[in-house]
C-alpha cells in the first residue's frame, strides 16, 4: 500500500504539547474591536457604516459588488464608533470600522437552512459568500470562488485538511477533538455541491484523539478518515492532493485543474454555520503559545478582538516579546504589535523572546545540498537563492521560482543559515511584476 505522504521534507520538532490538550477558552470580546476591512484575497470593500450608527452582531460592516470578495460582519452588537485608518496586523494602516460593544450581543435575524435538499448549488454559494467565509488556514481566500470551479473541471476529491503540520498550531487539532460534528455538517454541505465526489478528512498521525473522534464521526457513512505521515509541510495544498491521491498538480495549475478540492478545518464549520445556522464569520479559534506566553492554549476569539486581549486571557506577559509570529513559525509571518485586531486569516499568535529571536549569522553556502533534499517542490534553493542575490530575474524564472511555496524547509536544514525563503519572496514579488 502507498504511504500516505509526500516527496521530501522535513520533521521540525512540533512543540504542540504546550497546547494540544487543552480545551478550547472562550475570549471575552472587549470594550472596542476593530474590523480592518482587508480580510481577504480580492477586492476591498466598501464600508457600509458611519461613525454613530448602531450595529447588530452579525450585521455587514462592509461589503463589494466584485465577484472576488465577501462582506465583513460585526461580531458583536454596539455602537460605531469611528471609521478611519487603523493599524492591520500586515504593519500598515488600513481603512477600518470601530465598534464599542455594548455587552449585549443583539443578533440579526439568523436564518436556518435545516434541509440541504431544499437549497439549489447557487443558493449554497450565495450562503456562503454573504456569510463571509474565507480559508481560514491563513489564505483568505474567499471560499464561495474556491467551490465554484468552472464546469469543465469535474471534482472528483473533497479533502478536509485536518493536517496542521506547522509547529506550535493546535487550534484545528482542538476543532477535531471538540466540534467533529459541524466540522461534518460542512463537509456534507460542500458535497452537495459536488455530488460526484468522494470525501476524506486527512489527518497527521501526531493526532491520534482527533483522528478517533473523527472516525467515530464518520462511521457508517463512506467519508474517508485518513492517518497521513506526520512531516512538514503536510498540510500544503499540492503536498496533500499528491499524499491522499497520488496526483502531481503541474506547475501553474490549480487543485481543480486534477479534480481537487482542499478545505480548512475551520473553514469547514464556518461553512457549516453561514450555511445550515444563517450565521456569518464573526469568531475564529487562535492558538497563542510560544515560550513567552504563561498560559498558552486554543482561543475562541471574536473577529475585531486585540492581540493584546488575547494574550491577556492567555495569562499575559512580563516583558516585552522578542518576536511575534502569526501563522506558524515555518509559514507565518512577523507581527510588529499586540496592538492590531485578529482578523479572518488569525490563526495563531506565537511570542518568543529575546534570546529565541536572535537570526543566526547567515554564512557562504558549502553545497551541500541539503535544501535540496528538504524541498517538497524539488525545486534547486541554493541556486534560486544566487539568482536572486544577482538579480538574473530569467534563471529565477528557468528554476520555476514561482512554484515555490515559501513552506522555510530550505531554510530551516541549510547549515549556513542562508536566508533562503527570504530571498525567494524577493525574486517572486520581482517575476510578478515583470509579468
Ligand atoms: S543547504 Fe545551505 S549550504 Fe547547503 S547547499 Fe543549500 S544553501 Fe548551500
Ligand atoms: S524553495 Fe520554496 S518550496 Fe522549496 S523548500 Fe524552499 S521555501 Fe520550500
Redesign the pocket.
Known amino acids: 500500500m502507498r504511504k500516505l505522504t509526500f516527496k521530501h521534507g522535513i520533521h521540525p520538532r512540533d512543540h504542540k504539547s504546550y497546547t494540544n490538550a487543552i480545551p478550547i477558552r472562550m475570549v471575552e470580546p472587549p470594550e472596542l474591536l476593530y474590523f480592518p476591512v482587508q480580510q481577504h484575497i480580492g477586492a476591498p470593500l466598501d464600508i457600509l457604516v458611519k461613525p454613530g450608527d448602531k450595529v447588530l452582531k452579525g450585521q455587514k460592516l462592509a461589503d463589494s459588488t466584485a465577484p472576488v470578495s465577501v462582506p465583513l460582519h460585526s461580531s458583536v452588537s454596539g455602537t460605531v464608533k469611528d471609521v478611519g485608518m487603523y493599524m492591520h496586523a500586515s504593519g500598515v494602516k488600513v481603512p477600518t470600522v470601530v465598534v464599542e460593544n455594548d455587552g449585549q450581543d443583539t443578533c440579526v435575524e439568523f436564518i436556518e437552512h435545516d434541509d440541504l435538499d431544499a437549497l439549489s448549488k447557487e443558493d449554497i454559494i450565495k450562503l456562503i459568500r454573504e456569510g463571509g467565509v474565507v480559508g481560514m488556514g491563513g489564505a483568505g481566500f474567499p471560499t464561495h470562488i474556491k467551490l465554484s470551479p468552472p464546469p469543465e473541471k469535474e471534482i472528483r476529491h473533497i479533502i478536509i485538511n485536518g493536517s496542521e503540520c506547522e509547529p506550535y498550531l493546535t487550534s484545528d487539532h482542538r476543532v477535531m477533538v471538540e466540534e467533529p460534528g459541524m466540522i461534518i455538517e460542512g463537509l456534507h454541505v460542500i458535497r452537495k455541491l459536488f455530488p460526484q465526489a468522494d470525501a476524506y478528512v486527512a489527518i497527521e498521525a501526531n493526532k491520534p484523539d482527533a483522528i478517533e473522534t473523527m472516525k467515530a464521526e464518520v462511521e457508517g457513512t463512506d467519508i474517508g478518515v485518513l492517518t497521513m505521515q506526520t512531516k512538514y509541510p503536510q498540510g500544503a495544498e499540492k503536498q496533500l492532493i499528491y499524499a491522499v491521491t497520488g496526483k502531481e498538480i503541474p506547475s501553474g495549475s490549480l487543485p481543480m485543474d486534477v479534480g481537487c478540492i482542499v478545505i480548512n478545518i475551520d473553514t469547514a464549520t464556518a461553512i457549516a454555520r453561514a450555511v445550515k445556522q444563517g450565521i456569518p464569520l464573526c469568531r475564529r479559534i487562535v492558538t497563542v503559545s510560544g515560550t513567552m506566553v504563561s498560559k498558552p492554549g486554543n482561543f475562541s476569539v471574536r473577529i475585531g478582538t486585540p492581540f493584546s486581549t488575547v494574550i491577556e486571557a492567555a495569562g499575559g506577559i512580563g516583558a516585552v516579546p522578542g518576536k511575534i509570529i502569526m501563522g506558524g513559525p515555518m509559514m507565518g509571518v512577523a507581527g510588529h504589535s499586540l496592538d492590531v485586531p485578529v482578523v479572518k486569516a488569525t490563526s495563531s499568535i506565537l511570542l518568543f523572546d529575546q534570546e529565541e529571536a536572535k537570526a543566526g549569522e547567515e554564512s557562504p553556502?558549502?553545497?551541500?545540498?541539503?535544501?535540496m533534499s528538504a524541498c517538497p517542490i524539488q525545486l534547486r534553493?541554493?541556486y534560486l537563492?544566487a539568482y536572486a542575490l544577482k538579480g538574473d530575474w530569467e534563471q529565477c524564472q528557468k528554476e520555476n521560482m514561482m512554484d515555490c511555496i515559501e513552506c522555510g524547509c530550505?531554510s530551516y536544514?541549510?547549515?549556513?543559515k542562508?536566508h533562503?525563503v527570504q530571498s525567494i519572496r524577493v525574486g517572486k514579488q520581482q517575476l510578478a511584476k515583470r509579468k
Do not use: D, K, T
Request: aromatic fraction near 0%; proline fraction near 12%.
Open positions: 553556502c558549502i553545497r551541500c545540498g541539503r535544501c534553493p541554493l537563492n530550505c536544514v541549510c547549515p549556513a542562508r533562503l
